[in-house]
């Protein structure tokens, strides 16, 4: 879909903090991060949500959720990486706010370490573009070895 931010990343179109591709799966950070390590988990096709997802995308695309959760696990978890949340959204009145479907990983810390508190407002001022560019290859680096 020509006009939709999350094709256009999938493309390369649109720059984004890669961490994982394949054939048919594309991970990269959120650019609002909720915490240190939040990322996106999509389709490279279109889909705009849960209700029209196949079955075999859905499959492809959890298939890489394990791994990217260990990469994530082992990144953070020096930092005080507590848990993880696996989040994602359908329409508006649920919050979605890009209509290509994707997947939340958003890592959960030890509140006080980092300051960071458990919820769902992007940390802005906190993390730069130039934290979640390190984020990511540190990210990077461990799902390749997975
Ligand atoms: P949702 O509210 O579930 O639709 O989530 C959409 C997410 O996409 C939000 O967390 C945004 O911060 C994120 N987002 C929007 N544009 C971009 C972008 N260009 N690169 C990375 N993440 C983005
Ligand atoms: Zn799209």
Redesign the pocket.
Same mark, same amino acid.
């Given at each position: 879909m020509t006009s939709c931010?999350?094709c256009k990343?999938a493309n390369g179109d649109?720059p @984004?903090?890669k961490v994982y591709e394949d054939e048919h799966v594309f991970a990269?950070?959120?650019?609002?991060?909720?915490t240190k390590g939040?990322l996106?988990v999509i389709p490279k096709n279109h889909y705009e949500n849960v209700y029209d997802l196949p079955a075999d995308e859905a499959s492809h695309l959890f298939s890489v959720v394990p791994k990217l959760a260990q990469a994530l696990k082992e990144t953070f978890q020096q930092e005080g990486m507590k848990g993880l949340n696996v989040?994602?959204?359908n329409g508006a009145e649920a919050?979605? @706010?890009?209509?290509h479907f994707?997947m939340?990983l958003i890592p959960r810390y030890d509140k006080q370490e980092d300051g960071f508190q458990p919820g769902w407002e992007?940390q802005i001022e906190t993390l730069t573009h130039d934290k979640i560019a390190a984020f990511a290859e540190r990210v990077r680096q461990l799902t390749e070895t997975k």
């Open positions: 931010i999350f990343i649109l @984004s903090e990269f950070m959120d650019i609002t991060p909720v939040h996106l989040l994602q959204n919050g979605q @706010s890009v209509f994707h939340h992007p």
